[in-house]
């Protein structure tokens, strides 16, 4: 019988069948001020700008974590989003990516069933995310 290698995490201990695994070392947050601030110092404004503008078109959605992501949630999760190595992903469910599928596809975004990958960058799409998370609201397709 031939055994799994494990890889083990440095930072945190943890072990994973997977080489350099994505995950969260340490204790979750649980907030998403705590999230923002857990993430590298040069996304973290990118960020607050993705929050800022859902928050703009959701006021009356409560922040919390949910699936280790910042979530809005109203009754149910809205949309959520979060940090990865190269882009910022939106996680709106499938009935909202293929809604603004057009208008992503005209932003250049990769997309694919449920989620959406915003490149780090100068300059965000945050006028479509802000419209996508209010439809989302709207219609009652979550996340």
Same mark, same amino acid.
């Given at each position: 019988?031939?055994?799994?290698?494990?890889?083990?995490?440095?930072?945190?201990?943890?072990?994973?069948?997977?080489?350099?695994?994505?995950?969260?070392?340490?204790?979750?947050?649980?907030?998403?001020?705590?999230?923002?601030?857990?993430?590298?110092?040069?996304?973290?404004?990118?960020?607050? /700008? $993705? #929050?800022?503008?859902?928050?703009?078109? %959701? &006021?009356?959605?409560?922040?919390?974590?949910?699936?280790?992501?910042?979530?809005?949630?109203?009754?149910?999760?809205?949309?959520?989003?979060?940090?990865?190595?190269?882009?910022?992903?939106?996680?709106?469910?499938?009935?909202?990516?293929?809604?603004?599928?057009?208008?992503?596809?005209?932003?250049?975004?990769?997309?694919?069933?449920? /989620? $959406? #990958?915003?490149?780090?960058?100068?300059? %965000? &799409?945050?006028?479509?995310?802000?419209?996508?998370?209010?439809?989302?609201?709207?219609?009652?397709?979550?996340?």
């Amino acid at each position: 019988m031939i055994e799994e290698k494990k890889w083990i995490c440095p930072r945190c201990g943890r072990s994973f069948k997977k080489r350099n695994q994505s995950h969260f070392c340490g204790k979750a947050p649980e907030t998403i001020d705590e999230y923002i601030l857990s993430q590298d110092e040069n996304i973290r404004e990118q960020l607050e /700008s $993705v #929050r800022k503008s859902i928050r703009e078109k %959701l &006021p009356d959605a409560e922040e919390r974590i949910s699936w280790s992501m910042p979530t809005f949630w109203k009754g149910n999760n809205i949309i959520h989003f979060a940090a990865s190595k190269k882009h910022i992903g939106l996680y709106p469910g499938p009935e909202a990516v293929a809604h603004f599928s057009k208008e992503l596809d005209e932003a250049g975004l990769n997309f694919s069933k449920g /989620s $959406v #990958r915003i490149p780090y960058s100068d300059h %965000l &799409p945050l006028k479509l995310i802000g419209e996508i998370a209010k439809w989302c609201a709207e219609t009652g397709n979550h996340a």
